[in-house]
């Protein structure tokens, strides 16, 4: 069964840095593309970065340069470094699988094994 937990979130001051970890099991991470995706209150949910099997990366524009997503597939783990957090980054962040990072990844059409979620709140 894929199962996929976040961890990681917590509250923290503008300007601030956090470490979200995405754990993997029931399947060998290492075929998989991760995206990691967030949903602020009363917004939809939206994809902020994805990583292919092969390593490549994707960002949404409002996280360039400030988020970093990697994958430690030994670990059976996917991150997201977050720094120069903004109070407009508070919201669940979730992770889910799919097969690659497509044009369309940012929609988390097709993604599985969604988490249960992790918040992050930012404010000072």
Known sequence: QLQLVESGGGLVQPGGSLRLSCAASGFTLDYYAIGWFRQAPGKEREGVSCVSSDGSTKYADSV???????????????????????????????????????????????????GQGTQVTVSS
């Open 64 to 114: 360039k340069g400030r988020f970093t997503i990697s994958r430690d597939n030994a670990a059976r783990t996917v991150y997201l470094q977050m720094n120069s957090l903004k109070p407009d980054d508070t919201a669940v962040y979730y992770c889910a699988a799919h097969s690659w990072c497509g044009s369309t990844w940012r929609r988390g059409l097709g993604f599985a094994a969604w």
